[in-house]
């Protein structure tokens, strides 16, 4: 379960304006609820922890159990925003940072950038590897997963030959339209849908998250079981729901005391694609209309020793968000040394997690007293149940948080000013008069 704790902004904020933002949440804790409010068409997600069937777990299981008894040691998952921000997120948070688990593919990414030489490289580990795909695209048209995902079904089908390509290829994709749903009919792919109500940054509980999340060998069911368990937790209506605290407090500072920027942090380094799918979640879903907080992340304690100067004495724009796992998994100790040259041995014997949670409570008090207010979000541990929990709180919050802001949460009609340009520069059919127009500017 999720806790949140918003008593590192007290000392910034007065309790009769906390509970008033408290009251707007409830109001739109409202909205969310009897779903009225804006983009009510896509709230697919709120019941997805409850929704997914058994036998969609036990197809995804299928494909694992294939392709492991072809020996397929690596999987290319191809897609973009939030056709793979919370598989890579579950993925990198739940895996060996350095090992490999003994019988599973290595998943990688691709489709989320344009870089040739992050292709050519990608495709010089294929060539050493026994490959499969899955792609993933609701629209089937986004440009970056359109092209690597040409480049990998080419490589799939020269080595392995067409017949054997349909099963070493999976698409999620659009139930019946697309450029995508149309190939993997004609190809007889093995499919999946992205259902119409659900958008790209909702999209984790879904098969978009679901297979790539089996494939490298999670337990999908203790996923959904978090997530399901957190969202009987926030359906209720309260002041102490910590859904309507973080929406109230964030707004407030971003109204009141003009706090333009959250930082999600995390101080650990297998939490940073949280801060990488949060960023999309809430800067997608708020960011329009001239309003919005800017989301940024940051991992510590790394990154105190690059961004902590300007976190501690910058423009005083921002506040932080901690995202806190309460117990290790792994224990170790830090042993004493004779010499002592580095003057630790007053650690000896501690574990490195005391260290990390004293420099998460010192950055804490310091970024307080250096005038960044303060909330956190924590879960016991880091594990399928409670990342499954993460997702559907942070998507929660954000509903209630976008409403609160008088935003429709689940839009994204900025995303289209590049791929207009962006096409008109690489002269795509259709496109001739834009072209026309573009190159004038240049
Ligand atoms: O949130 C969104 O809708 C976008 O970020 C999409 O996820 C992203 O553009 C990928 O789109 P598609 O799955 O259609 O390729």
């Not at 800017?294 to 961004?307: K, Y």
């Not at 005083?316 to 630790?344: H, K």
Request: glycine content about 10%; overall charge negative; proline content about 3%.
């Amino acid at each position: 379960m999720v806790k949140v704790n918003v008593g590192g902004c007290s000392s910034f904020v007065k309790d009769a304006e906390y509970q008033k933002y408290v009251q707007k949440a409830l109001d739109a804790f409202d909205v969310l609820d009897s779903e009225s409010g804006a983009g009510n068409d896509f709230l697919g997600w709120k019941t997805l922890p409850v929704d997914i069937p058994e036998s969609l777990i036990a197809d995804c299981e299928a494909i694992r159990d294939d392709w492991s008894a072809k020996g397929v040691d690596l999987v290319v998952v191809i897609g973009i925003g939030g056709s793979y921000l919370g598989a890579r997120c579950a993925i990198e948070a739940l895996s060996h940072g350095f090992v490999r688990k003994p019988g599973v593919p290595q998943i990688v990414f691709a489709g989320n950038n344009l870089s040739e030489d992050y292709l050519a490289e990608l495709m010089d580990l294929a060539r050493t590897r026994n490959t499969a795909c899955v792609v993933i695209s609701k629209s089937g048209t986004t440009t970056e997963p359109a092209v690597a995902f040409r480049i990998v079904k080419e490589y799939i089908e020269k080595t392995y030959g067409k017949a054997e390509a349909a099963v070493r290829i999976v698409a999620i994709t659009d139930a019946k339209k697309g450029a995508l749903k149309t190939l993997a009919t004609q190809e007889g792919y093995k499919t999946f849908v992205v259902p119409d109500n659900v958008g790209g940054r909702y999209s984790v509980l879904t098969p978009v998250g679901i297979l790539p999340i089996v494939l490298a060998g999670f337990d999908m069911r203790a996923m959904l079981k978090g997530a399901a368990e957190e969202r009987e937790a926030l359906l209720v209506k309260s002041a102490d729901n910590g859904a309507v605290q973080y929406a109230a407090m964030r707004n407030l500072l971003y109204r009141e005391l003009g706090k333009k920027v959250e930082i999600l942090v995390t101080f650990n380094p297998k939490l940073q694609y949280l801060g990488e799918w949060w960023k999309q979640l809430y800067g997608e879903s708020e960011g329009k209309e001239g309003r919005g907080i800017f989301p940024a992340s940051v991992v510590c304690t790394t990154d105190l020793h690059s961004m902590g100067q300007f976190i501690q004495e910058g423009d005083r724009v921002m506040f932080e968000t901690t995202v806190t796992v309460e117990n290790a998994a792994r224990e170790v100790v830090i042993g004493s040394d004779e010499q002592n040259l580095d003057q630790l041995n007053y650690l000896a014997g501690q574990r490195v997690e005391h260290c990390n949670k004293m420099a998460q409570l010192g950055t804490k008090l310091a970024h307080i007293d250096g005038g960044v207010p303060q909330m956190e979000v924590s879960v016991e541990k880091l594990d399928e149940a409670s990342l499954g929990a993460l997702f559907y709180f942070f998507e929660f919050a954000c509903g209630i948080s976008a409403y609160v802001l008088g935003i429709n949460p689940f839009n994204q009609p900025g995303v289209e000013a590049y791929k207009k340009n962006m096409f008109a520069l690489l002269r795509k059919p259709g496109y001739e008069k834009q072209t026309e127009e573009i190159l004038k500017r240049i």
